[in-house]
């Protein structure tokens, strides 16, 4: 069984950083797309950044040259840092993974494609 535990979230003022985190366990199989999404209240998923089990990664529009997605196989987890945050960064995010690997950014990015999700940590960002 899959579980998936974000962590790392918080209330920072806009300007700062953050580092989230997803430990992953249960999850045995060597291909993967793995990534983080956000869900602001009212909003629809969005899709973050993505990364793959052949290391190549992919950014939303909104958050490139911001934040930067990395994993830790050692460990079995994901992370996101976050830097240069700003009021619409706050969401819920969430990690997520799916066996398959998508080479699309369009495809990457779509919440609908994976079957793995984690519960999501809060990150608030005030002006």
């Known amino acids: 069984q899959v579980q998936m535990v974000e962590s790392g979230g918080g209330s920072v003022q806009a300007g700062g950083s953050l580092r989230l985190s997803c430990a992953v366990s249960?999850?045995?199989?060597?291909?993967?797309?793995m990534g983080w999404f956000r869900q602001a209240p009212g909003k629809e998923r969005e899709g973050v950044a993505v990364?793959?089990?052949?290391?190549?990664?992919t950014y939303g529009h909104s958050v490139k040259g911001r934040f930067t997605i990395s994993q830790d196989n050692a460990k079995n987890t994901l992370y996101l840092q976050m830097n240069s945050l700003k009021p619409e960064d706050t969401a819920l995010y969430y990690c997520?993974?799916?066996?398959?690997?998508?080479?699309?950014?369009?495809?990457?990015?779509?919440?609908?494609?994976?079957?793995?999700w984690g519960q999501g940590t809060q990150v608030t960002v005030s002006s």
């Open positions: 997520a993974a799916d066996r398959a690997i998508y080479y699309s950014d369009y495809a990457r990015l779509s919440s609908e494609n994976y079957n793995y």
């Open positions: 249960g999850y045995t199989y060597s291909s993967y797309c």
């Open positions: 990364i793959d089990s052949d290391g190549r990664t």
